[in-house]
């Protein structure tokens, strides 16, 4: 299987800040890598796709970067309701696998 | 816009099989990727695994033995079967829509299933 990691864990940063997150595949994943949020008592939903591909109606603060097995999703200026957890996902092969999750809290 | 809604048993007996089905409105169901994903209480999201519309199926091999997924298209709907639950498949089962093999992009609202006698 395919291990994904993401740093940090969890993140405190205040509102209006640029927020970085990393993700590392543990081999090539041929940029086939997407990131989902998820707040508390929600379902997952699909921020960005295929690296850098914004999922329709959201907000252009997110984006995404990266190839090969390092990739990096940044908030450009953090807004009270980006408060959640952020995931990466791989589809390049079976199992298709998720990061361990960046949970961020409102400084 | 595309709506999935999960259904079944909330409580499993150990040793049982958990049964779940997903019932996908405001669009067909047809030449789609649907999926099963799950999540522990407080941890992560794990794939369980994927069925086109046609009935091929992809399954998570830390499962395989013990998933079975299937579609019914003329009910809009695809479930999921897994036998032989222990306390460690005690999860919030999601269902969703696999945007050709790739991206999850829509989802259900989840459903707890808890393992216990």
């Known amino acids: 299987d395919i291990q994904m990691t993401q740093s940090p864990s969890s993140l405190s940063p205040s509102v209006g800040d640029r927020v970085t997150i990393t993700c590392q595949a543990s081999?090539?994943?041929?940029?086939?890598l997407n990131w989902y949020q998820q707040k508390p008592g929600k379902a997952p939903k699909l921020l960005i796709y295929?690296?850098?591909n914004l999922e329709t109606g959201v907000p252009s603060r997110f984006s995404g970067s990266g190839s090969g097995t390092d990739f990096t999703f940044t908030i450009s200026s953090l807004q009270p309701e980006d408060i959640a957890t952020y995931y990466c996902?791989?589809?390049?092969?079976?199992?298709?696998?998720f990061g361990p999750g960046t949970k961020l809290e409102i400084k | 816009q595309v709506q999935l809604q999960e259904s079944g048993p909330g409580l499993v007996q150990p040793s049982e099989t958990l049964s779940l089905t997903c019932t996908v409105s405001?669009?067909?169901?047809?030449?789609?990727?649907w999926a099963w994903i799950r999540q522990a209480p407080g941890k992560g999201l794990q794939w369980i695994g994927s069925?086109?519309?046609?009935?091929?199926?992809n399954y998570n091999p830390s499962l395989k033995s013990r998933v079975t997924i299937s579609v019914d298209t003329s009910k809009n709907q695809f479930s999921l079967r897994l036998t032989s639950v222990t306390a460690a498949d005690t999860a919030i089962y999601y269902c969703?829509?696999?945007?050709?093999?790739?991206?999850?992009?829509?989802w259900g609202q989840g459903t707890l299933v808890t393992v216990s006698s």
């Open positions: 969703a829509r696999q945007f050709f093999g790739t991206h999850f992009d829509f």
């Open positions: 405001g669009g067909s169901i047809s030449n789609y990727y």
């Open positions: 069925i086109f519309y046609s009935g091929n199926t």
């Open positions: 081999q090539d994943i041929n940029n086939h």
């Open positions: 295929d690296v850098s």
């Open positions: 996902q791989h589809y390049d092969n079976l199992p298709y696998t």
